[in-house]
């Protein structure tokens, strides 16, 4: 059974940085991709990033240049660096993990809340 340690989030006021990072019972590595959604009160979960295995990295438009993605090797953890935080931000943020072979399959962390006010 594949499980996703999350970690980070918390309260933090607006224009402020939180760091989330996401950790695996396997290699980071094995893994094809991984990434990160959220999800707002009331709404849907949504896509936010992702960094595929040769690091290449996406993100959606509202977080383009305010969020980002790294890897410590050593720790064989993600990251989700989160500056310039605004009050729309506030959400659960959820790590996931998807590999494609030999098929597709989608692994998920429990979730942590980050909280954007002042």
């Known amino acids: 059974q594949v499980q996703l340690v999350e970690s980070g989030g918390g309260l933090v006021q607006p224009g402020g940085s939180l760091r989330l990072g996401c950790a695996a019972s396997?290699?980071?590595?094995?893994?094809?991709?991984m990434g990160w959604y959220r999800q707002a009160p009331g709404n849907e979960r949504v896509f936010l990033a992702s960094i595929a295995n040769d690091s290449t990295t996406y993100y959606i438009d509202s977080v383009k240049g305010r969020f980002t993605i790294s890897t410590d090797n050593a720790k064989d953890t993600r990251y989700l660096q989160m500056d310039s935080l605004k009050p729309e931000d506030t959400a659960v943020y959820y790590c996931y993990a998807q590999t494609h072979q030999p098929r597709l399959r989608h692994y998920w962390g429990q979730g942590t809340l980050v909280t954007v006010s002042s």
């Open positions: 396997r290699s980071i590595f094995s893994f094809d991709v």
